[in-house]
T-cell receptor, first 110, second 115 residues
Framework: QKEVEQNSGPLSVPEGAIASLNCTYS??????FFWYRQYSGKSPELIMS????GDKEDGRFTAQLNKASQYVSLLIRDSQPSDSATYLC??????????FGKGTTLSVSS | SQTIHQWPATLVQPVGSPLSLECTVE??????LYWYRQAAGRGLQLLFY??????ISSEVPQNLSASRPQDRQFILSSKKLLLSDSGFYLC??????????????FGNGTRLTVT
């Protein structure tokens, strides 16, 4: 059973701080990794994708990938109260659809 | 641009009643289509995916079924709902086949409560 693991949280950070969200996966063959943001009662929204080892930056978001350690992370700089949501890590698996972690709930206090 | 529509947004159904949820995609052809369920306190569970008309792959055996009668239409059905079928049902689409590098794009979801 291929798995994607995330700390459920909640992760609480003050406004303006850096939030660090982590994800590990079990399938060494996975090649594509995604971060989704899900506000309460809403559907997941794609915010980042990463395919190669290293860092990928998009605005206040940075995704980090280490395939040797089977580890993906998402950094949110200058966290805002509007970033408060559940963040889902998703990993591709050969021949089937994305596998999702259970998500980490982030709370940014003003 | 591509858009995905799901309806209804919310649904309350008694145990043993039938279910039909519909999803359509606009602005693209030959999309790969998916049904996921998110139960309270649980992650997203893949239920079905389809790479083309009439082609359905089931990930979890249960009392649900899926059909794809048209290229951009995906339907989730049940003949008799169980209490355990309650959850947030999400339809999604991707450009490339399952297992590829394509991300999924989700519809707004249907919140189903079985009473």
């Amino acid at each position: 059973q291929k798995e994607v693991e995330q700390n459920s949280g909640p992760l609480s950070v003050p406004e303006g701080a850096i939030a660090s969200l982590n994800c590990t996966y079990s399938d060494r063959g996975s090649q594509s990794f995604f971060w989704y943001r899900q506000y309460s009662g809403k559907s997941p929204e794609l915010i980042m994708s990463i395919y190669s080892n290293g860092d990928k930056e998009d605005g206040r978001f940075t995704a980090q990938l280490n395939k040797a350690s089977q580890y993906v992370s998402l950094l949110i700089r200058d966290s805002q109260p509007s970033d408060s949501a559940t963040y889902l890590c998703a990993v591709n698996q050969a021949g089937t659809a994305l596998i999702f972690g259970k998500g980490t709930t982030l709370s940014v206090s003003s | 641009s591509q858009t995905i529509h799901q309806w209804p947004a919310t649904l309350v159904q008694p145990v043993g009643s039938p279910l039909s949820l519909e999803c359509t995609v606009e602005g693209t052809s030959n999309p790969n289509l998916y049904w996921y369920r998110q139960a309270a306190g649980r992650g997203l569970q893949l239920l079905f995916y389809s790479v083309g008309i009439g082609q359905i792959s089931s990930e979890v055996p249960q009392n649900l079924s899926a059909s794809r009668p048209q290229d951009r239409q995906f339907i989730l059905s049940s003949k008799k709902l169980l209490l355990s079928d309650s959850g947030f049902y999400l339809c999604a689409w991707s450009v490339d086949n399952p297992g590829s590098d394509s991300p999924l794009h989700f519809g707004n979801g249907t919140r189903l409560t079985v009473t």
